[in-house]
């Protein structure tokens, strides 16, 4: 299994729609927006995959998001 990195310090609103899983950004006041990461971190344990949530000085990007692929 891969492993997604989140930084624990981010933030990332959207709003998925649509089948094709378009996104929209959004604004934290608003509560139809929800984290991004965290919605990818549950699809990663969900399919068995391991998150790790890293403090900012140590995440490999400033993405908020990185991964390791095993195939």
Do not use: C
């Amino acid at each position: 299994m891969g492993t997604l990195l989140i930084d624990s310090n981010r933030l990332i609103l959207e709003k998925t729609y649509g089948n094709a899983g378009n996104i929209q950004p959004g604004e934290i006041k608003n509560p139809d927006y929800d984290d991004i990461l965290d919605d990818l971190a549950g699809v990663v344990f969900k399919n068995r995959g391991n998150v790790v949530m890293l403090p900012t000085e140590r995440m490999p990007g400033k993405t908020g998001v990185a991964a390791t692929f095993r195939y």
